[in-house]
Structures are given as C-alpha cells and as structure tokens.
C-alpha cells in the first residue's frame, strides 16, 4: 500500500515557466510533509518543507501548498531554470510516530527544457 | 550546514565479501540515522533506522543478519553488508536527523554509496 504518491513519472516544461509538481497521501495521521530534490549517483538534497497546520510555505523560487483535506501537497517552482532539471521526491511523516520515518513517493524527473 | 558524508561512494567486490559503508553527520549530532536503498528508477526504500547506542530497528523483510548497523557514537553509524551477492547490488543512501533540535524538521541525506557484487 502506497501511502504517498506521485503520479506522475515526469514533467517537462520551458525555462522561465512554473513548474507544478504534485504528491497525494493516503494516512491521515502525516502532519509533516517535505521536498527533495535528487541527481542521478547522489543523495537527495532537501529543498523545503511544510507542517501540517500550515497550508503554504515560501523559500525563494520554491513554494510548497497543502491541502489537508485532500490530502494533497504541489511543489511549485516558478521561474524555472535548466538547473532545476532532477528527480523531485514528496516525503510525509508523522510526529508520533517512531524516530520520525519518512515514507517517499516514488519521484518525479522534472525537465526544464532552455 | 547539516552536512551528511557517506564514505565509500562506489564499491565493487566479489560475491561473498563483507562490506561496510560508513555515514557520518559532520557539524550536528545525531542520535538517529537512517539507511535506505534505491533501485533503478524506484523510490526509497527504508531499510533500518539506527540509533545511538541501542539495537537498529529493520523494516519489515530486511534481514538483520544480513545488514549488520552499528551506531556507535553520535556522528557515525556503519551498515554492513555481509556475504554479498549479486542481488545485493544496490545505491544505499544514508541519512541523518539532527538531535540538537525538537519537532519536525528535514533528514539530510550523503550521497550513497553504489555496490556492485560480481
């Protein structure tokens, strides 16, 4: 069972444009929701996070939106650059839950086409 | 800041070696790390979370023996993979959570370590 899912595999969009990157979730009980962003042969780098009694978080070009009533959160990134070509993970975990485990989507390869 | 160094970033060994892949967080403590591995185009998948001092907890079907984790100190936890084979083939990745703070906050992730068993 699935409990945090991106559906979709990839995404490609022009220089300059948003891109808009999107992850539902299945348990209820996930208050904490973050992004990564990931090259090929390394680890994932953290870009931003959102707790779950907030609906939208800001860092520069990168905003986070949570809606918790369709269990739903969207990374947008506006405007995008050839730089930001990678694979984005949605990551949620829970408080109380044990030493803070991070369940993953399966990711998404965003292009930024120049 | 929050800086993860995994140590070795890429590893090629005969079938049968033991191997040891070290995660170390290098300006925080941390008294939780995790280990997760990718494959090919899959997400990641969480192996075990270790923890300072006490005994690794391991995901459900991943073998303890298998996956020896040693977190001896509040900057280092070890993962060994003992008598590799083929199918352990894999990219492990660590990641660490920095205990000096409370709450919810991000894991910081190495940069893996590539493990190929001839």
């Known amino acids: 069972d699935q409990q945090v899912k991106q559906n979709s595999p990839s995404l490609s969009v022009q220089e300059g444009r948003i891109s808009i990157l999107n992850c539902d979730y299945t348990?209820?009980?996930?208050?904490?929701f973050l992004w990564y962003k990931k090259y090929p042969a390394e680890g994932p780098t953290f870009l931003i996070s959102i707790s779950s009694i907030k609906d939208k978080n800001e860092d520069g070009r990168f905003t986070v939106f949570l809606n918790k009533s369709a269990k739903h959160l969207s990374l947008h990134i506006v405007p995008s650059q050839p730089g930001d070509s990678a694979v984005y993970f949605c990551a949620a975990s829970y408080s109380g839950g044990s030493n803070y485990k991070l369940t993953f989507g399966k990711g998404t390869l965003l292009t930024v086409n120049p | 800041g929050a800086v993860v160094s995994q140590h070795p970033s890429w590893v090629i060994c005969k079938s049968g070696t033991s191997v040891k892949i070290e995660c170390r967080s290098l300006?925080?403590?941390?008294?939780?790390m995790f280990w997760y591995r990718q494959f090919p185009k899959q997400s990641l998948m969480l192996m075990a979370t270790?923890?300072?001092?006490?005994?690794?907890?391991?995901e459900q079907g991943v073998e303890k023996d298998k996956f020896l984790i040693n977190h001896a100190s509040l900057t280092l936890s070890t993962l060994t993979v003992t008598s590799a084979h083929p199918e352990d083939s894999s990219f492990y990745i660590c990641s660490a959570r920095n205990s000096d703070r409370g709450g919810n906050q991000p894991q910081h992730f190495g940069d893996g370590t590539r493990l190929s068993i001839l």
């Open positions: 348990n209820s009980m996930f208050d904490y």
């Open positions: 300006d925080f403590q941390a008294t939780t």
């Open positions: 270790s923890n300072e001092g006490s005994k690794a907890t391991y």
